[in-house]
C-alpha cells in the first residue's frame, strides 16, 4: 500500500461517509486493527483470494462464510435449476451458516465479499447481514465474477443492514493482483491507524525498545528518556548515556529549557538521524498566542533537521490555535508527527472535532497509583497511543512505589528491580515510558525489561493499586 515513507499502515475508522461511499468529512478518522472484519464467502477461491489481499494490507481478521450445507459442483450450474438457481430465485431464500463470528461487537469496519450469482450476491450474504447487528459499523463490499460487473448488487443489500454506514463496493476479476486491491483501498480514501493497545514486546531486547506504528505512519520506540529536570552537561551527558545504551526516544519540553542541550547530544551521539525519535513541546501563554514564531525556536533550539513530535504541553487558549499552525509545519516536513500532553476524556473528543490531523500520542501522568484505568482504553480505540510521564510516580513518590510489597515481591520473584517492574508493567499495557534519570546505571536498568514477562496475575495485582492519586496539577 502506498503510504509515506513506505510505512505501512494498519486499521481504520470511518467518520461521515455517506450511504454512496462519498466522504466530504476532513476531520480526522481512527481506528486499529483489531476491529477489521474481512467476511467472505467462496466456492471456487476467486473470493477467498481477495479476501486474502484485503487481510495484508488492513491486517484484519479473516473470516469465511461456510454453508451449514455445501454447495456441490452440481449445485453451482448455471440455467440447471439447481440450488443456486432456486436459491436467486427466491428473495426469501436464507442458506444456514456454519459457525459465527466471534465478538462481531468489536468490529468497526467490515469487508463483505462474494461472487456474483445471477447479477446478484448469494443470498447466504443476505443470511449473514441478518445475522449480526451491524450499527454504526462500515461495510465495504467486494465481489468476483468472470464477465459481470458488481451492478446493484451491493445496494440491494443496504436493507439488511439498514443502520451500517456502506461504501461503494468493488467487483474484481480472478487473478486480481495484490497492488491492484491495495490501489483499490488507497482509493477509498479509509485513513488507516494501527492497533496501538499491545506492543510487540516479544521482539524487544534490553538496549533495543521495540516500537509501535503511530497514525501518522512513523515508528516510535515504547521506551525512552524524560529530560524534565535535566539542564547543561548534565543533560547532555544524561542523553548521551542513554543514546549509548541503546534508548532512541528523548523526550523535552520548551519550559524544561534544555532543548539546546537535547539537540547537541543527538547531534553528536553519531547515530544517524532517523533512528532517534524526539519529542517536544510547546506551552500555553505567549507560545499558544505566537505559535509559529514557538515551533521555529524550537526547531532552532534542537537543530536536529526536523522534530519527530511535538506536543501542545496542556490545554489553554489558544490551544486549537496552536495546534493547527503545528499541523502547518507538518504540511513543510519540519514535524512529523503530532500529539497533546495532559489531555482527557473531557477534553479529547471537542477537540479532536476542531483539529484535521489525529493526535498520534497523549502524554499523561500514569503510574501504578494513578493508572487512568478509563482513560487509556478510550485513547487506545481513538487509535492515539497513550505516554506515561511519571512512570514511577514522580519525585517523593518513587520510592514509595518501588517499596510497595506487591511490586517488590514481583521483583524478586524475576530476580529484577522494581523499577523495571514497573516499566513492564507500563508496557504489557499498552503505554509507552519515558523514565527520566541522569544516572548511566539507571538508564541502563530501565531499557533491560525484554528478558522477563509479567504474568495475567501479576498484572492483575499491580492493577489493583490503584488509587486514582494525581501527584501533580496537570
Not at 374 to 388: E, F, K, S, T
Not at 418 to 434: E, M, T
Request: a negative charge; proline letters at 5%.
Amino acid at each position: 500500500m502506498k503510504r509515506i515513507l513506505g510505512v505501512l499502515l494498519i486499521v481504520m475508522a470511518l467518520f461521515g461517509l455517506t450511504a454512496c461511499g462519498s466522504n466530504n468529512n476532513t476531520k480526522p478518522t481512527v481506528g486499529n486493527a483489531s476491529k477489521v472484519l474481512i467476511a467472505y464467502f467462496s466456492c471456487t477461491n476467486t473470493t477467498e483470494a481477495i479476501a486474502k489481499h484485503i487481510e495484508t494490507e488492513t491486517k484484519g481478521t479473516l473470516y469465511e462464510i461456510v454453508p451449514e450445507v455445501p454447495y456441490t459442483a452440481d449445485d453451482l450450474k448455471y440455467y440447471t435449476n439447481g440450488r443456486a438457481d432456486m436459491e436467486q430465485a427466491d428473495p426469501s431464500a436464507r442458506p444456514a451458516i456454519n459457525g459465527t463470528v466471534e465478538n462481531m461487537e468489536k468490529y468497526d469496519m467490515v469487508f463483505l465479499g462474494y461472487p456474483i450469482w445471477h447479477g446478484q450476491a448469494p443470498r447466504i450474504i443476505s443470511t449473514f447481514l441478518e445475522s449480526y447487528d451491524f450499527t454504526d459499523k462500515t461495510i465495504v463490499p467486494f465481489c468476483t465474477s468472470h464477465s459481470s460487473g458488481i451492478g446493484n448488487s451491493d445496494t440491494n443489500l443496504h436493507s439488511l443492514a439498514p443502520n451500517a454506514d456502506w461504501v461503494s463496493g468493488r467487483r474484481f476479476a480472478s487473478g486480481t493482483s495484490q497492488s491492484a486491491v491495495s490501489d483499490w483501498i488507497d482509493s477509498l480514501d479509509i485513513k488507516l491507524t494501527p492497533d496501538v493497545a499491545v506492543f510487540d514486546l516479544e521482539n524487544g531486547e534490553n538496549g533495543r525498545a521495540p516500537t509501535v506504528t503511530l497514525n501518522s505512519g512513523y515508528e516510535m520506540p515504547v521506551l525512552g528518556i524524560g529530560t524534565y529536570s535535566l539542564h547543561g552537561e548534565i543533560c547532555v551527558n544524561a542523553v548521551r548515556s542513554a543514546l549509548e545504551s541503546g534508548v532512541r526516544l528523548i523526550d523535552t519540553a520548551y519550559m524544561y529549557g534544555n532543548e539546546k542541550e537535547v539537540g547537541q547530544a543527538v547531534r553528536q551521539s553519531g547515530i544517524p538521524r532517523e533512528e532517534i525519535f524526539v519529542i517536544t513541546k510547546i506551552y500555553p501563554g505567549s507560545q499558544f498566542s505566537n505559535p509559529e514564531k514557538a515551533i521555529q525556536d524550537a526547531l532552532d533550539a534542537l537543530d536536529i533537521e526536523y522534530i519527530d513530535m511535538m506536543l501542545l504541553h496542556h490545554p489553554g487558549a489558544n490551544d486549537v490555535k496552536a495546534y493547527k499552525a503545528i499541523e502547518k509545519f507538518v504540511e513543510q516536513g519540519k514535524i512529523r508527527s503530532i500529539g497533546l500532553s495532559n489531555w482527557y476524556i473531557e477534553e479529547i473528543d471537542d477537540f479532536i472535532s476542531q483539529v484535521n490531523i489525529m493526535p498520534a500520542l497523549i502524554q499523561n501522568e500514569i503510574h501504578p497509583y494513578y493508572q487512568e484505568q478509563a482513560v487509556v482504553p478510550y485513547m487506545h480505540n481513538l487509535g492515539i497511543v497513550m505516554q506515561a510521564w511519571y512512570p514511577f510516580g514522580g519525585r517523593g513518590h518513587t520510592s514509595e512505589i518501588f517499596n510497595n510489597e506487591t511490586i517488590a515481591n514481583i521483583a524478586k520473584a524475576h530476580n529484577v528491580t522494581s523499577a523495571q517492574v514497573v516499566l513492564r508493567w507500563h508496557l504489557q499495557r499498552g503505554v509507552v515510558a519515558i523514565p527520566g534519570s541522569s544516572n548511566p546505571n539507571h538508564i541502563r536498568e530501565n531499557i533491560s525489561v525484554f528478558h522477563f514477562s509479567l504474568s495475567d496475575e501479576e498484572m492483575s495485582a499491580i492493577a489493583a493499586l490503584d488509587r486514582n492519586e494525581k501527584h501533580d496539577w496537570y
